[in-house]
């Protein structure tokens, strides 16, 4: 596990287990299964489905695969709905984001990136061509700016519980250059 990871998944424990125990999640972009994973065993969540657009060869978990464009569960399946990194891979991130919120009938929890201005699309882009070209991960670059993101939940009948902005994700320059371009937000559905 990477520090990076380890900051991520702390936060988002900290976050989730207070909410549990909740029937089921979605890892939206579950990549390698890592986080559906470590969130199955903190028992704060009882099952974790994962899902993807490819399964990577050393998943730690199988996800079920999609076209990218419509998740293939109901209306409101999952007690929570969850994107680590991976809202800025889509091609239309504000309808990926809409997919999932969909999906959740209760909470929504995204950790993902913001940007002001070119500078930091640089630096993300930067990032993201180290952090996931070995995998054979491409990345559109659409990035949040700012937080239409967060309007576009909030607009949607979701209450804010938390956001943490800047994240620590990282530390020494490499901190210092990115955790101010790094969030995690948790939402709760608003019942009329």
């Known amino acids: 596990m990477t520090l990076y990871r380890q900051r991520i998944l702390e936060k988002i424990r900290e976050l989730i287990e ?93 950790k993902d990136h913001t940007y002001q201005g070119s500078i930091g699309k640089l630096i993300l882009g930067l990032l993201d061509e180290i952090g996931n070209r070995r995998f054979g991960i491409p990345s559109p670059y659409l990035y949040q700016r700012g937080w239409a993101w967060v309007e576009q939940i909030e607009s949607s009948g979701w209450r804010r519980l938390s956001l943490t902005y800047p994240m620590r994700c990282h530390t020494g320059m490499i901190g210092a250059a990115t955790n101010g371009l790094q969030f995690v937000g948790l939402w709760e559905k608003m019942h009329a």
């Open 18 to 110: 207070p909410l549990g125990p909740l029937e089921g999640a979605l890892d939206f972009g579950s990549g390698d299964g890592f986080f559906a994973v470590q969130l199955k065993d903190t028992h704060a969540v009882g099952s974790v489905t994962a899902v993807d657009v490819i399964e990577r060869k050393s998943s730690l978990v199988i996800p079920i695969l999609y076209n990218g464009e419509r998740l293939p569960f109901p209306d409101n399946t999952f007690d929570l709905a969850y994107a680590i990194d991976v809202l800025h891979h889509c091609c239309d991130p504000p309808a990926a984001l809409n997919d999932l919120i969909r999906c959740s009938r209760k909470y929504l929890l995204i």
